[in-house]
DNA sequence: GCCAACGTTGGC
DNA sequence: GCCAACGTTGGC
């Protein structure tokens, strides 16, 4: 199993949303790095949901339901969606100011490339992740 | 609201 | 193919 990270402006699109809709078409994605990623992702995978902007927090964790198919919101271009369905919310979300603290977790892309939208997670990073929005 | 960091576009 | 100009994202 794969892990990811997605972005979303809350007011735009939120984690609370994604639980009272019990599934989102994750679509807009209009970067190439972001696109490929999404290609990346396998049915099952563990994606963390970030709301950026407003929060700056991993609020929840959702699974791919679906991989990729063309994103139906593209007029034009060779753009991807990915199906998402919710599967719990974090008791506590992790800021950004507490990954940029925690040493072990500096290094993630959200930290090293703050825009990009759609990014892998590693294992290691996931399971501190975790552990830190149990507390 | 500002600005750094990117990504894209288009002229040459 | 280079690079200036412009647009966008997202943290602060």
Known sequence: M???LVKSEPD???WEQLVKDGRAMWDGVRNYQARNNLRAMKRGDAVLV???????EI???ARVEKT???????KEGDWSVVDLVPVQ???NPVTLETIKKTGSLKNMLLVRHSR???MPVQPAEY???LSLSQQ
């Open 59 to 61: 609020v929840g964790i």
């Open 116 to 118: 990009l939208s759609v």
């Open 2 to 4: 794969n892990y990811w």
């Open 50 to 56: 970030y709301h950026s902007n407003i929060g700056k």
């Open 68 to 74: 990729f198919y063309p994103d139906p919101t593209a």
């Open 89 to 91: 919310g974090l008791k």
């Open 12 to 14: 735009v699109f939120s």
């Open 127 to 129: 399971k501190i992740l």
